[in-house]
């Protein structure tokens, strides 16, 4: 059946940006830094050989900044696709007076996804709907494109969701997967034609690969998390306490 085989994903988060910046009032808005483009940068190189047939993004300006600085590697690039669906968790509003309560809160807003009724942060995106968005854009991809290979830069929070997909496990495994700033996931997928012969399935999800970052392979410089890399604070593994702000 066409459209049926191995499909590759790779996936990418996308490069650094300053929620602190001059001018900016509104995260959705916010570009990427010098140092976000030369992480994409170091993704376009370490991806040149390969041809995507497509490239997807969330349509937010960091993940379409990073996807066309990738796709500028490619001597035929594919035109590159919006997905709304594909966006970062919605956490509704956060107030906090510096970078390291807004760290603090957003550090461990991971760990109890799996948990029936859990929420993106106060009054934010509930898990499992945010799960079903995610995925059910990913299956669209899958079954209505196609592709062999492709690009999708979205978010961490999106790419946790994902990984925890392709891995079987859910929510409740997604905050074990770290994703730094401009990584790149290798996900393929095997695509067979469904029981009754008329469209496709899933057969599995292999992971391959898992938050590379090609700007530092072996992570020698990388030993925060990413988000206390984002919001430039260590909090050296002890788990930060709302009351300390």
Known sequence: ??????????LMRHGHVDYFAPGITDPRSVPLTEEGRRQ????????HNI????????GLPRTVETAQTVLSGQEKPPALIVREGLEELKSGWLTASSREE??????????AAGVPGAAFLPDGELFADAEAR????????????KWRTALIVAHEGVNRIALGWSCGGGLATISSFE??????NLIDIDVTPDEAGEGLQIERTLIKALN??????LKHGLSRTSLEHLFDVDFGGVRPKQQDF
């Open 40 to 47: 994409a940068e170091a993704a376009r190189d370490a991806l």
């Open 179 to 184: 994703q730094d700033l401009g990584c790149i």
């Open 1 to 10: 059946m066409d459209g049926a085989g191995r499909r590759r994903i790779y």
């Open 212 to 217: 590379v970052t090609p700007y530092d392979f």
């Open 51 to 58: 041809e995507f047939d497509i490239a997807v993004c969330s």
């Open 134 to 145: 995610i995925i059910a854009a990913l299956e669209a991809l899958v079954f209505n494109d």
């Open 102 to 111: 807004l760290a603090a809160r957003l550090a461990y807003s991971f760990d």
